[in-house]
């Protein structure tokens, strides 16, 4: 079974500042994938940021990065120097692998509305 | 040149009646989806096709139903529908040996 917990529903930032949006997860398979989603306003579902479990070092685009901790079964986004248009829902999900890639089924967190303020 | 496209955008219809929502991507993937996100923001897979061949079916009422003619379109087709079907439907695809899913931009059903 595969779990994602996201304990934040709402975070606030001022703009410029560094965030960090939690996500633990739960799987019994050895090799998975998380990503990080954003949902502004707008509804679309944006892809930022990829974590394979072997990988060895944590992810980077841009102002993302995930903080992987595997033994902690964490994969915290932190969004450097935000700004306003940070302001969205944020998804973190996981897919697992182990059977292979063909199913690809994504289970997702409930999400964390991140708002920026000026 | 949309990744994946989904029409229509909007949709509201009254309770009881059959509709469709379509979904086609152009980035050669084999493997379709579609999610259902509640008015709580929760995204749950309902369907998969791999190369039109039905992979994931999650438990969905069968008044759903979905359709892939080829590897490019997977259509999904409510009957009936209640009101508690209102929610926003994404389409996406993901590609054999790319692990992340393209989406697309949803469908919002409103059931009256």
């Known amino acids: 079974a595969q779990k994602i917990t996201q304990t934040q529903p709402g975070m606030f930032v001022q703009e410029k500042e560094a965030v960090t949006l939690d996500c633990t997860y739960d799987?019994?398979?050895?090799?998975?994938?998380l990503f990080w989603y954003k949902q502004p306003s707008s509804g679309e579902m944006i892809f930022l940021i990829y974590?394979?479990?072997?990988?060895?070092q944590n992810a980077t685009e841009g102002r993302y990065s995930l903080n992987f901790q595997k033994a902690r079964k964490s994969a915290n986004l932190v969004i450097s120097a935000s700004q306003l248009g940070d302001s969205a829902m944020y998804f973190c999900?996981?897919?697992?692998?182990?059977?292979?890639?063909?199913?690809?089924?994504?289970?997702f967190g409930r999400g964390t509305q991140l708002t920026v303020w000026p | 040149d949309t990744a994946v496209s989904q029409t229509p955008k909007y949709l509201v219809t009254q309770m009881g009646n059959d509709k469709s929502i379509k979904c086609e991507q152009n980035?050669?993937?084999?493997?379709m989806y579609w999610y259902k996100q509640d008015s709580k923001k929760f995204l749950k897979i309902m369907f998969s096709?791999?190369?039109?061949?039905?992979?994931i079916n999650e438990t969905v009422p069968n008044r759903f139903s979905p359709k892939s003619p080829d590897k490019a379109h997977l259509n999904l087709h409510i009957n009936s529908l209640e009101l508690g079907d209102s929610a926003v439907y994404f389409c996406?695809?993901?590609?054999?040996?790319?692990?992340?899913?393209?989406f697309g931009s949803g469908t919002r059903l409103t059931v009256v």
């Open positions: 996406a695809s993901r590609g054999q040996n790319n692990y992340g899913y393209t």
């Open positions: 799987t019994s398979d050895p090799s998975y994938g």
């Open positions: 974590q394979g479990s072997y990988d060895q």
């Open positions: 999900a996981i897919l697992p692998k182990d059977r292979g890639s063909t199913l690809g089924r994504l289970y």
């Open positions: 980035l050669g993937h084999d493997t």
């Open positions: 096709y791999n190369n039109k061949e039905l992979i």
